[in-house]
């Protein structure tokens, strides 16, 4: 790809200004013959700044939007940046590497995100060399509602000191509101890195013998911080009578928004909470709701910061040990010493914000209040949906959690937000998150395995969409699976008819409850061991979408287990095999 001159972000401009400049620059240069763009890189790269490596680990694409953003950055300031994921170790050469910046997210309980896998199997392996002429510095995004916050970023930061490496800055960790601190933490790097050059309004790209560093990168016209207000157009029950599930599918309005998705994205919904929570919450407070309190950079009326702007159902880590030292009564102290979390997470497990607040004696001020609540995150759904079978629409497979506990119904924010309350509603508020690690394999030709149970079928009727409407001829092969048939098929009419058609190959079903002993889609495949395993080493991609904690795990197991088994390959070999698969991007999942 040929690079062209652009205009930086920290130029006086505006976005739109600074789209209309830098597509002039576009069209422009992409009147100069090549010859002459690959001669003023040249020059360009002999004149370049110190190399700096930035390296990613990234589930959902935050990490690596973060990374290109840095790296952007950095090459403004006069350095010469190369961004590579973790997975790219071998490229990345860190050995070699006088100075590298790693930002990377926390998957499952502590463990690095899937395009980071395999770099931590090597770091932590005794292949690793010394790295003492490294000099590096991580930053880790996470969510302490986990156990092991940044537990990821946590391992790569104290292998690299074992191995010899040489921090420049101390490790960052980011909660989920990770926007301001991952800002300051990256602002502070400038002054530790030291400032190759002095930045200049239009740059050229330059490398170091890795990736260029892309410099058409632009935020989308809405995201996460300017969402833009769309309309709800459907919300249909999948499920029949019968089920104890409420999954619902969602169409989504995006005409007048600019803004384009693929499948294997996923969609940014902004919540509102309940508002029976947020009078409860009041009453408990004691106070009058519309009290002015100070949220970020404003000043809300109580009610409104409570309804859009705070998470009032999970307490914060600082909430609960206020609450703790204010009722000692209540035995939770004791629940803050670091061995004690899983007791912790136990007691903490269907209770929320409002079962601490009743075991005050007195309530804090409203003021104090809203200090020690969490920022409102948005949800993240996969969609489920072809932008070119549905043009100007995305839809969502949504599953509603609703339960009791502890003598109170509770309701899942988001969920119970686009099932009931939106039609209230005058605008949703949506934005897109793009997949950096789960998309359709380049060549429609290819094979697709998918595995995706209850609401894990969202991305695969996306995928599905896109290969009917392009004409694609490569086989797929979908496992499916939830509670009752009768009950919880979701899309069952769209599925049978794409059997039918011949566009899935395979529709293998997996019902747990129609029969005495559960089956599960894990199970289905070790029933197919044979052409499963002929698939795969016909270059199928494998994908895999749904519950993180149990089922992606178990099908995990049970791939490795064909690889040995009927691959004939022992259980190293089937690690490596596997790992190969991931390194290949034909190994992807979407869990959460």
């Not at 006086?12 to 422009?28: K, V």
């Not at 537990?151 to 690299?160: H, M, P, Q, T, Y």
């Not at 061995?339 to 409203?366: C, F, H, I, N, S």
Request: glycine share 8%; with cysteine; proline share 6%.
């Amino acid at each position: 790809m040929n690079s062209v001159p652009f205009i930086p972000e920290t130029a006086p401009f505006t976005a739109e200004q600074r789209a209309w400049l830098n597509g002039f620059l576009a069209g422009l240069f992409s009147q100069v013959p090549p010859e002459q763009i690959q001669s003023s890189q040249t020059n360009g790269a002999q004149k370049s700044g110190e190399p700096l490596l930035v390296l990613f680990g990234s589930q959902t694409g935050t990490a690596e939007v973060l990374a290109k953003k840095f790296a952007k950055e950095a090459q403004q300031r006069g350095f010469a940046p190369s961004v590579l994921a973790l997975n790219d170790y071998e490229n990345a050469n860190l050995a070699a590497v006088d100075k590298a910046v790693i930002i990377s997210s926390t998957w499952g309980d502590g463990d690095p995100p899937d395009n980071a896998a395999n770099f931590w199997n090597w770091l932590n392996s005794d292949a690793a060399p010394r790295l003492e002429n490294l000099h590096f510095a991580v930053l880790g995004l996470g969510d302490k509602n986990y156990s092991d916050f940044c537990g990821a970023s946590k391992k790569f930061d104290s292998r690299l000191e074992v191995l010899g490496a040489k921090r420049f800055a101390s490790r960052g960790e980011c909660d989920a509101d990770y926007e301001a601190p991952a800002k300051a933490w990256m602002d502070g790097l400038w002054e530790k890195l030291g400032q190759s050059a002095t930045s200049s309004q239009l740059s050229v790209v330059v490398t170091n013998g890795h990736h260029p560093v892309a410099t058409d990168y632009k935020l989308p016209a809405a995201d996460k911080s300017n969402p833009f207000p769309a309309r709800l157009l459907k919300n249909v029950l999948l499920n029949r009578p019968g089920s104890s599930k409420e999954v619902r599918h969602y169409e989504i309005s995006l005409d007048g928004s600019g803004l384009t998705y693929e499948p294997g994205d996923a969609l940014g919904v902004m919540p509102v909470n309940c508002p029976e929570l947020v009078e409860e919450i009041i009453a408990a407070l004691k106070c009058n709701p519309t009290d002015n309190v100070a949220v970020s950079d404003s000043t809300l009326p109580l009610r409104e910061a409570l309804l859009r702007h705070l998470d009032i159902t999970k307490p914060s880590q600082e909430f609960f040990a206020t609450v703790a030292n204010a009722a000692p009564s209540s035995g939770l102290a004791e629940l803050l010493a670091l061995e004690k979390r899983d007791e912790l997470r136990q007691w903490l497990y269907g209770r929320g914000v409002v079962d601490l607040l009743l075991l005050l004696a007195e309530p804090p001020p409203a003021a104090d209040f809203v200090r020690l609540m969490k920022k409102l995150m948005p949800r993240l759904y996969s969609v489920s949906s072809s932008p070119n079978a549905h043009p100007g629409e995305v839809h969502l497979t949504v599953s509603a959690v609703r339960y009791e506990s502890f003598g109170r119904g509770r309701k899942g924010v988001a969920s119970t937000f686009l099932a009931d309350r939106v039609g209230e509603a005058e605008f949703l508020k949506v934005f897109i998150q793009p997949s950096h690690g789960f998309k359709l394999p380049p060549s429609g030709e290819t094979p697709m395995i998918m595995i995706g149970p209850g609401t894990g079928i969202a991305p695969f009727r996306a995928f599905l969409e896109e290969r009917e409407v392009a004409g694609a001829k490569g086989k797929n092969w979908l496992f499916f699976g939830d509670q009752c048939r009768a009950a919880d098929f979701l899309y069952e009419e769209q599925l049978t008819a794409w059997q039918k058609s011949g566009l899935l190959t395979r529709l293998d079903l997996a019902f747990s409850r129609d029969q005495a002993e559960k089956i599960y889609v894990q199970h289905r495949m070790l029933e197919n061991a044979g052409e499963l395993w002929s698939w795969l080493e016909a270059g199928a991609h494998f994908y895999v979408c749904g519950d993180a904690s149990r089922m992606a795990k178990d099908v995990d197991d049970a791939l490795h287990k064909i690889i040995e088994t009927t691959g004939g390959k022992s259980a190293d070999d089937a690690k490596t095999y596997v790992a190969k698969m991931k390194s290949d991007k034909r190994y992807q999942r979407d869990v959460y």
